[in-house]
């Protein structure tokens, strides 16, 4: 057998294996400097920052381990970049900002058509690498990619969203008209729990719109493919090295590779290639969608990415250059960015926390209801501002209690790579622990428990953060699990003796971010759309979040902010409005200088 360590010089000569099997992105990989060897050879591999058009490693040596959520392994580490790293990252996307203005917004349109073509192209690498750093099922995973790249597309026909307005002769001779323009440099700070979805929601919008981003993914999965780890540990290959021959993999044949990897008998050519070939490569989602980007034609400067925690939020929040701000995450986090950047003059919008409800009807269909109300409460592990967490009866709710336990454990818990699972891991100890405290609280304050999920155990994973579907009965608005998200696999149900008692249940909370209902009645369904306080509302649609076309609405304690993202609201956040009044006519030579308010009539 070869050794086990093989030399970025031997991973270079794969190349001359079979030179007819790689494509153009093969060189697009090398010339672009995607690939930075400082971080690869680091063990475990540290996630580069994007600065400029080139993946760098940081000169930090401060890092935050990244745990892979179904085996606690430390897969890749997250460098605390520095100040100085940051303010490179900002200075390269203000230095790109005027020529990326300047770009006719066709030009910016090709190439949001060409990003939604290549996410299509790799969105199968895409969805494997979002499962192995979040945990989600591979199927959820997909509709991770899917959803943002919605956004992707809608923002290739945007330019009919930035139009502005014009009236001619508002007085004699005299137009005016408005437009709009991009702001400069803008950023984002992601959550964990949709690692392609959300950057989606962010850059395409702002950069479409003439604009240049920095993004901070979430210090949770932002990085390193954890795929290879697993392999490496399925096969006893040590980590270090094994990542060092997926530059030149990338578009190998696949029955070569095999021949390859049989003949030569190196474990590592396998892991590393059939990682980088099948599965993603050696990058994060945020990652792997700049390099797209910059594939599509982004031009360099335009996409920035930076890696780190409070530090780095707080600088995103205090730094000049920087004039809006997009987050999606918890209450804590959100109402600090938005207050300490619009205290800065920043624009914000900030998407966070929830409590979504469904009121169930007893006219609602038994079985569409039943299989809507356990899909959007557990999957993704119940990791969604929009899982269905709350559910409304009306009218005695037995039977539908009884029957929701019997369809939620038929749900298959196990890590996200397995075929048969349903939902996968939360995504750490600290999140597990909290989940199973507040499900705890709830029994201790009075609930039933009538499906426990605490105690499971997945072999194979068995250190993995897994909680099974958890349903508590007769949940009361003053216990700890209905005034907390708990954001994970855990559907609360309570009572109410009518339908007026319901909506008054639901608009009671603070959170205003979804809310369903499920019944066959048209007027109890205009009743409930009319009277609801939720920004998004679904009938017999569990989980309502709109095609981008519209804007995702949280409202109250869900969102702050005047406008919202994507859609019309996204763009109006990520441009300004400039009015331009003009008069091109021969002005008289005669009558001296008036200094009284010019005006449209004569007085």
């Not at 597309?153 to 002769?169: I, K, S």
């Not at 920095?214 to 949770?220: A, D, F």
């Not at 405290?437 to 999920?453: C, F, N, P, Q, T």
Request: charged share 20%.
């Amino acid at each position: 057998m070869l050794p086990l360590k093989i030399s970025i010089q031997r991973a270079r000569n794969l190349k001359a294996l079979k030179p007819s099997i790689f494509a153009l992105r093969s060189s697009y990989y090398f010339s672009t400097g995607v690939v930075e060897p400082s971080s690869s050879l680091r063990s475990p591999p540290r996630v580069p920052n994007l600065i400029g058009g080139k993946f760098v490693d940081s000169q930090s040596s401060s890092t935050i381990d990244v745990i892979n959520p179904a085996t606690q392994e430390v897969v890749s580490q997250i460098p605390l970049t520095t100040n100085e790293e940051f303010k490179a990252a900002v200075s390269a996307a203000k230095h790109a900002f005027p020529a990326w203005r300047n770009t006719p917004i066709t030009t910016r349109q090709r190439v949001m058509l060409k990003l939604q073509e290549l996410i299509r192209r790799d969105i199968d690498k895409l969805a494997m690498n979002i499962t192995t750093e979040q945990g989600k099922t591979l199927k959820d995973a997909h509709g991770d990619v899917f959803r943002g790249l919605e956004v992707v597309e809608h923002a290739c026909g945007m330019a009919t969203l930035q139009m502005g307005e014009y009236v001619p002769n508002v007085a004699n001779g005299i137009d005016t008209f408005s437009i709009r323009e991009p702001l400069g440099v803008c950023a984002g700070i992601c959550p964990f729990n949709f690692p392609a979805m959300i950057p989606l929601w962010m850059f395409p919008v702002a950069v479409t719109c003439g604009n240049t981003f920095v993004l901070k993914p979430s210090e949770k999965d932002p990085g390193e493919n954890l795929l290879v780890h697993a392999l490496c540990k399925r096969f006893g290959a040590p980590l270090h090295g094994t990542k060092l021959c997926c530059i030149q993999a990338r578009e190998m044949d696949a029955s070569y590779l095999l021949w390859h990897i049989c003949t030569e008998e190196s474990i590592i050519v396998l892991l590393s290639i059939a990682v980088t070939l099948f599965f993603g490569g050696e990058t994060g989602a945020s990652t792997i969608l700049a390099e797209l980007a910059m594939e599509a034609g982004l031009p360099n400067g335009v996409l920035n990415i930076v890696h780190g925690t409070n530090d780095i939020v707080n600088a995103i929040c205090d730094d000049e250059d920087i004039r809006a701000i997009s987050f999606v995450g918890s209450n804590t986090a959100g109402m600090h960015i938005y207050s300490r950047a619009s205290a800065k003059g920043k624009r914000v919008q900030s998407n966070m926390g929830a409590k979504n409800h469904a009121i169930v009807l007893p006219d609602a269909n038994t079985d569409a209801t039943l299989n809507a109300l356990v899909a959007a409460g557990f999957g993704a592990a119940g990791q969604r501002c929009m899982a269905l967490s709350t559910v409304v009866f009306v009218g005695d709710p037995q039977s539908w209690e009884n029957k929701l336990v019997e369809c939620a454990k038929s749900l298959k818990v196990n890590a996200g790579t397995e075929p048969d699972a349903d939902l996968g891991p939360v995504i750490s100890k600290q999140a597990k622990e909290r989940v199973c405290k507040l499900i705890e609280s709830g029994v201790k304050s009075g609930a039933r428990l009538l499906l426990d999920g605490r105690n499971i155990v997945v072999p194979g994973y068995e250190d993995g953060n897994f909680i099974g579907p958890t349903i508590l009965s007769g949940v009361t608005a003053d216990m700890d699990c209905y005034k907390e998200e708990i954001f994970g696999p855990v559907l609360l149900c309570m009572e109410a003796d009518s339908f007026e008692e319901a909506i008054h249940f639901v608009n009671r909370n603070k959170y205003g971010n979804g809310a369903a209902i499920f019944t066959t009645s048209g007027a109890a369904a205009r009743k409930f759309q009319t009277e609801i306080e939720a920004g998004q509302v679904g009938i017999n649609v569990p989980i309502p979040v709109p095609l981008p076309f519209f804007s995702f609405t949280g409202s109250k304690a869900s969102f702050a902010g005047d406008l919202n993202f994507y859609g019309k609201a996204g763009v109006n956040f990520y441009t300004q409005i400039k009015t331009i009044t003009q008069q091109w006519k021969d002005l008289p030579g005669g009558g001296g200088v008036s200094l009284a308010m010019p005006t449209s009539q004569k007085l």
